[in-house]
């Protein structure tokens, strides 16, 4: 069973272009979640997202970035007009299931994107 | 935010056990506490997750206190392999709120 992936692996961008990162999850995992671990940081939630529903994306900053989970294809996180402040590593995770109290489903994390704005 | 106090750092010995504490005062009743580490250059990993009861998986136990207000991730065999960095996070499973977390060093 393929674990989560992620393409790119490594992205550059110049500032004011845009940066498509994609997320497969796992086979028969219907949930996707993005993180972003800034270098030096921790990592921060950003979106969860169920096919063709965003679910919480109070982590998501309010400009240029937006993410979708279609009903066929992968996950796509769009970050337009990219600034040197979004060289970052970003994260996807997927889960088999949607969390609730007592059930239990850890999130399996691809290998990460790392976008580097120049 | 659900914050969770971790040391920086912890050295260890190859195949010695490793005690990584994690002290979560402000969890609520029906919050989980969850372990994740992240291996160098990778993403995140599952580790083990508990609720009140002490909790036993192939690749670790976890020991949580009584009052729930603090928790330890005890690696029975430490190898190198195990360098990372591990995160405690506590709430539920669907937005993990990562902090800093602990780097261990392994020593051959």
């Known amino acids: 069973n393929a674990g989560v992936m992620q393409n790119p692996r490594h992205l550059v961008r110049r500032r004011g272009q845009e940066a498509r990162l994609r997320c497969s999850p796992m086979?028969?995992?219907?949930?996707v979640y993005w993180y972003r671990q800034l270098p030096e940081e921790g990592l921060k939630f950003m979106v969860y997202?169920?096919?063709?529903?965003?679910?919480?994306e109070s982590g998501m900053p309010k400009e240029r970035f937006s993410a979708e989970f279609p009903k066929e294809g992968p996950s796509i996180l769009r970050i337009q007009q990219v600034v040197r402040g979004d060289s970052a590593a970003y994260f996807c995770?997927?889960?088999?299931?949607?969390?609730?109290?007592?059930?239990?489903?850890?999130?399996?994390f691809g290998p990460g994107t790392r976008l580097t704005v120049l | 935010d659900a914050k969770t106090t971790q040391p920086n750092s912890m050295e260890s010995n190859e195949e010695e056990p490793v005690h990584l504490p994690c002290n979560h005062s402000t969890i609520s009743g029906t919050d989980y506490i969850h372990w994740y580490r992240q291996l160098p250059s990778q993403g995140p990993e599952y580790v083990i997750h508990g609720l009140t009861s002490n909790v036993n998986n192939r690749m670790a136990s976890l020991a949580i206190a009584e009052d729930r207000k603090s928790s330890t991730l005890i690696l029975h065999r430490a190898t190198l392999r195990d360098a990372a960095v591990y995160y405690c996070?506590?709430?539920?499973?669907?937005?993990?709120?990562f902090g800093q977390g602990t780097r261990l060093t392994i020593n051959p």
């Open positions: 997202l169920q096919k063709e529903n965003i679910i919480d």
């Open positions: 995770a997927s889960s088999r299931l949607q969390w609730r109290e007592g059930a239990y489903n850890e999130q399996f």
């Open positions: 996070i506590w709430g539920g499973a669907q937005k993990l709120v």
């Open positions: 086979k028969g995992h219907s949930h």
